[in-house]
C-alpha cells in the first residue's frame, strides 16, 4: 500500500505544546492513518532543546515505534455525479493539542476530517466479596489481576474461596449477616489508544481537494482544490467561506488552477496560494472577505527563446511552504526548487535544480505521465536547507545558507547511497542578499542515479517532511517511510 502522506506534529502556539516533533502522520491509498510516536526522548525525560541546555548528550538516532492506526476514509460514490470517490488520503495536518490527546486533519478528494487521539483507561472490576452466583441477570465482570484480593475472582464477579459457608445456589445472607461489605472496585491500570471523528466537513469542493493548511490562530483552517479555496472553523462543519474563486464564467477562459494553499505561519490574515502557470499570490484576507485580488504576486519572467510546448506543463508549481518565520517561501516545480523572498516579488532569490537532465527526455515524460507528478518540498526547522523527492526513489538537499555550495542526492533505501556534489564557491552572503537568479545543479547531465543506473520513473518520492526542529527527515517511498537522521 503506497504511502502518501508524512508529517511531523508541530503543536500550537504555547510553550508546551509548541514544535515538539515527537509524532508523525503516515495515511495510504487505503485510507488509513497510522501514526508514530518518539521513544528515546522519554529515556531521558525531555525533548533534545532541553536536553541540551542540561548539557545531557544523546549518542543515539531518533527512535520511533508504531503508536496507532485507523481507518479515517472509506470509498464511496457520489450518485449525483455518477462518480466514485476513492479512499486515498491527500494530505494530513496536525492541530494544537489539548488535555493530552492529539488531534489532526486528513483529507481525501472530497471530504475532510477532523480526528480526535486519545489515551483512554480500560476499568476492570474485581475485589466482590459476596458470592453473586446464584444471582439472575449478573453479566460477565473482568475482573483486573492487579486486584488487592487473596483470592481469585470469578468471571461474574465472585470469588472461588467462600468465605461464607452458605451455598452457591442460595442467595440468602448467611447467619448473622455479613461482618463487613466490600464494595466493587474498578482498576485502571490498563490503558489503550481510541481514534474518534469529532468533525466531518464535506460537499464544499465541486473538485478535488489538493491543500489543507491549519491557520495559527487554532481555530480555522484552509481547504482548496482547483479552483476555489474555502475557510472553515473547526467547530462548525456545515458551514465554509469561499475566500478564494478563479472559476471564470465561461470555462473555455479557464487559464490556470490553483495547485497549492498554505497558511502563513505566525500571520493569521496572511495565505499563500500557487497556480498552474507557475505564480504564487499572496492574500490578505483583511482587504476583503472574497479575496480575488492579491496583495502580492510572485512570478519569473520567461527567458525570450525559450518557449516550448512543455514550457506551462513543466512550470506548474506542485508545492509551496513556509519558512518558519515566514519570510520565505519555498515552491516546486518539476524541475527546480525556488526560494522567494515575501519582500521581493521581481523573482526568486535562489533557484535549485532538481533534474536538469531530464530536460531531453522531457517528450518521454509526457507520454508516459511522468511530466504531471506532483513532488512535495520541505524546508528544515532553521531554514539553513530545503530538500524535495526526484525518481528512482531519490531525493535531493540542497543548503540555501549564504555562501552555502551544498547539493546532495540520497536514496531512500535501507541502505542509501549517498553523493555529494561540489559546486564552485561563492563568496559569503546574507540569505536577503542573494542575488535575484542563483541557479545550482548539483547533478550531472548523464541521467543516472547514484547508483550508476538509469533513473527508474515508476519508483519515485513524492512525499516528505522534515522535523521542526532537527535535521531529521521522513521520506515516504512506494509502501515504506524511511528516517533521516544528520
Not at 483512554?120 to 472490576?125: A, D, F
Not at 497558511?263 to 497556480?275: E, G, V
Not at 484576507?285 to 510572485?298: E, I, P, V, Y
Not at 511522468?370 to 524546508?379: G, P, Q, T
Amino acid at each position: 500500500m503506497e504511502i502518501l502522506a508524512s508529517f511531523w506534529r508541530t503543536g500550537g502556539r504555547g510553550r508546551s505544546s509548541g514544535r515538539t516533533g515527537n509524532h508523525l502522520a503516515t495515511g495510504d491509498r487505503g485510507g488509513r492513518v497510522v501514526l508514530f510516536e518518539r521513544i528515546d526522548t522519554k529515556d531521558h525525560g525531555g525533548n533534545r532543546m532541553d536536553l541540551e541546555r542540561m548539557d545531557c548528550s544523546i549518542n543515539r538516532h531518533p527512535e520511533f515505534r508504531y503508536k496507532t492506526e485507523f481507518q479515517s476514509h472509506e470509498p464511496e460514490f457520489d450518485y449525483l455525479k455518477s462518480l466514485e470517490i476513492e479512499e486515498k488520503i491527500n494530505k494530513i495536518r496536525w492541530c494544537q493539542t489539548a488535555n493530552g490527546a492529539l488531534f489532526l486533519l486528513s483529507t481525501n478528494d472530497k471530504t475532510i476530517k477532523f480526528w480526535k487521539v486519545q489515551e483512554k483507561k480500560v476499568k476492570k472490576v474485581c475485589d466482590l466479596n459476596g458470592d453473586l452466583s446464584g444471582a439472575i441477570g449478573n453479566g460477565p465482570v473482568v475482573c483486573s489481576s492487579t486486584s488487592t484480593s487473596s483470592k481469585p475472582c470469578m468471571e461474574n464477579g465472585g470469588c472461588n474461596g467462600n468465605p461464607f459457608s452458605y451455598s452457591s445456589n442460595n442467595t440468602s445472607l448467611p447467619a448473622g449477616g455479613i461482618p463487613s461489605l466490600r464494595l466493587p472496585v474498578g482498576n485502571s491500570n490498563e490503558t489503550s489508544l481510541a481514534a474518534k471523528c469529532r468533525r466531518i466537513y464535506a460537499h464544499a469542493h465541486d473538485y478535488h481537494i489538493n491543500s489543507i493548511s491549519n491557520n495559527s490562530d487554532g481555530e480555522t483552517f484552509i481547504s482548496a482544490d482547483d479552483l476555489r479555496i474555502n475557510l472553515w472553523n473547526l467547530e462548525i462543519s456545515n458551514q465554509s467561506f469561499n475566500i478564494v474563486d478563479v472559476k471564470p464564467a465561461n470555462m473555455e477562459d479557464l487559464t490556470e488552477v490553483i495547485t497549492s494553499a498554505e497558511f502563513h505561519p505566525t500571520q493569521c490574515n496572511m495565505l499563500a496560494y500557487s497556480s498552474s502557470r507557475g505564480s504564487i499570490r499572496l492574500i490578505d484576507m483583511r482587504q476583503s472577505a472574497l479575496c480575488d485580488t492579491h496583495s502580492k504576486l510572485f512570478e519569473e519572467q520567461e527567458v525570450p527563446g525559450t518557449r516550448s510546448f512543455f514550457t506551462e506543463i513543466i512550470a506548474s508549481i506542485s508545492d509551496i511552504k513556509f519558512a518558519k518565520d515566514g519570510r520565505y517561501i519555498l515552491s516546486r516545480d518539476y524541475m527546480t526548487l525556488k526560494l522567494w523572498d515575501v519582500n521581493m516579488d521581481s523573482g526568486p532569490v535562489a533557484t535549485f535544480q532538481v533534474h536538469e537532465y531530464l530536460r531531453p527526455k522531457l517528450c518521454d515524460l509526457y507520454e508516459n505521465d511522468s511530466i504531471f507528478d506532483k513532488f512535495e518540498c520541505c524546508l528544515s526547522g532553521d531554514g539553513i536547507r530545503v530538500a524535495t523527492g526526484s525518481y528512482s526513489n531519490m531525493f535531493r538537499v540542497f543548503g540555501c545558507s549564504g555562501g552555502s555550495t551544498e547539493a546532495t542526492t540520497l536514496e531512500a533505501s535501507k541502505s542509501p547511497m549517498r553523493r555529494q556534489v561540489q559546486t564552485p564557491s561563492r563568496p559569503s552572503k546574507s540569505l536577503g542578499t542573494l542575488p535575484r537568479v542563483l541557479r545550482r545543479g548539483g547533478a550531472d547531465a548523464s541521467g543516472v542515479d547514484a547508483n550508476g543506473s538509469s533513473f527508474d520513473f515508476t519508483t519515485k518520492l513524492l512525499h516528505l517532511a522534515w522535523h521542526p526542529t532537527e535535521n531529521s527527515l521522513a521520506c515516504a517511498a512506494s509502501n515504506s517511510l524511511y528516517m533521516y537522521y544528520a
